[in-house]
């Protein structure tokens, strides 16, 4: 990687790791409880929830994810956790969010209940064990996983500004880049990945290419992929 490459890397990392560019992004949810965890006004498990629904409806216009987000937790009347452990999810096939419907809901909401039945926190979850437990999917070992690495990114990463720094336990190096198309598209076109595959494996590759921009903190690559979206690369 060229040096200008790589200072102009940095720099879009440095700008776009600002909360003024996510007040209306999926992680303004996570980032409210998480606010209010510090207030004391609920706990650890209510920001995990937040985070596991604000990913999981993460695709779209962000207006759209935004205002669908917002009618989810008032369904819950601003309690995650409450609303979880007493079951109260409509298990009707209506849409809450594009293809979602509130019965994906409430078996998002079951499979969370039965783990915090056991639990303290889904930090001792991997990528594919949140797949798995959590989501209710497959195991696919090919899989990226965006929403759930972006996720684990939102509750691990801890400079004190975008991300929330919540799970002390995990490695921020250990971290995997969110990858979507946006995320493939710019990568490939700054020659972070050559590969066809938008799998896990191009994910650990464009991982690995932000290791020596970012020591141990290899997803703070994914503000520079954003600030190159924003600015068209210039």
Sequence with gaps: MKNALKDRLIGWAERYNDPVYFQEDPIAFPTRFAQMMQAGKCGLKDVEIAAVFAAHFAWGRRAMIV???????????????????????????????????????????????????????????????????????????????????????????????????????????KLVIPLDTHVYTQATELALTSRKQKDLATALEITAAFEDLFPGDPCKGDFALFGYGVTGGK
């Design 67 to 173: 205002r669908d987000c917002g009618r989810l937790f008032d369904a819950m009347d601003w309690k995650p956790y409450d609303f979880v452990m007493t079951g109260r999810c409509s298990r009707e096939p209506v849409s809450i969010h594009r293809t979602v419907k509130w019965c994906e809901v409430a078996e998002i909401c079951d499979r969370l209940r039965a783990w915090y039945q056991g639990h303290e926190s889904l930090e001792q979850l991997d990528a594919a064990g949140i797949r798995t437990t959590i989501y209710g999917q497959k195991p696919d070992a090919k899989a990226p996983n965006k929403k759930i690495n972006m996720m684990r990114r939102w509750m691990v990463r801890d400079d004190g500004k975008v991300d929330l720094g919540l799970w002390k336990n995990t490695d921020k190096a």
